[in-house]
């Protein structure tokens, strides 16, 4: 079979978005042992990002919802200007931190963070996977969001976030959660919030990995995950 010079075309472009992929996660495993990144290597990696984003197969991800919906496992993370810039994926920071203030100043470990995003019904969610500091319980924090989708950018995610909710991963009950991560006995573990708003810039996606560009300096790598999601349902 002789190949057209369209599908020659677009093979090319397919293995330079392999070969683009395969050097950002080669940048991403180059983080330091405590897995912080010197200098020279996230500005290697920011670069390497912009290279991959520009031959993103989803140029207009508000047109194909259906692709974007999934849970995704994020990769690297770099916060942006504020409390957690700098700081690593794995980090040690403050229940406050991931809930929007709704949970109390306690000394908490982020493990790893997904994200959820349904086409049906516009939940866009985010999960902190944590442990206490002693490390002996796991929890997580659901802040749970929807997005609009009539922005002129068609990259773009207008985000409102609603609530946040602290979650058990260890099947503990309601008040042995709370005392493992020292909140007062009747602090509610589910609270509505005024509602916080951002945007998000899908500016690369293909069938299993995600780069984000959001509203407050951060830039996010993200993986496809298939199970039947945390927060969302996808069945």
């Known amino acids: 079979m002789t190949l057209s ?13 392999a070969r683009r992929k395969a050097r950002v996660l080669e940048l991403i495993d180059a983080a330091g042992t ?23 197969p989803v140029p207009a991800p508000l047109d194909n919802q ?19 810039a700098g700081k690593t994926l794995v980090h040690d ?24 995003i349904h086409a049906g019904t516009h939940e866009y969610n985010n999960i902190a996977y944590l442990t206490n500091m002693a490390g002996d319980v796991r929890a997580s924090v659901i802040t749970r969001g ?20 602290l979650s058990s991963d260890d099947g503990l009950d309601d008040d042995a959660l709370r005392a493992a991560f020292d ?7 589910a609270i509505d ?11 690369f996606c293909d069938d299993d990995m995600r780069v984000n560009y959001g509203s407050q300096g951060g830039v996010y790598v993200l993986t496809r995950l298939d199970h ?8």
């Open 5 to 17: 010079n369209s599908d020659i075309s677009s093979q090319s472009q397919h293995d330079e978005i």
């Open 34 to 56: 405590d897995g912080s990144y010197d200098d020279e290597a996230f500005d290697a990696l920011m670069e390497a990002l912009k290279a991959l984003c520009e031959l993103t």
């Open 66 to 84: 259906a692709f974007i919906a999934s849970p995704w496992k994020t990769l690297f993370a770099s916060f942006g200007p504020r409390h957690t």
């Open 93 to 116: 920071t403050l229940l406050s931190y991931q809930s929007f203030n709704k949970f109390p100043k306690v000394p908490v470990r982020v493990v790893a963070l997904e994200q959820e």
């Open 146 to 165: 929807t997005y609009d989708d009539q922005s002129e950018n068609r990259q773009r995610y207008d985000v409102t976030f609603l609530s946040a909710e």
């Open 183 to 189: 909140l007062p006995p009747e602090h509610p573990l």
């Open 193 to 203: 919030m005024k509602p916080a708003r951002f945007h998000s810039d899908v500016a």
């Open 228 to 235: 039947a999601g945390r927060s969302v349902n996808f069945n």
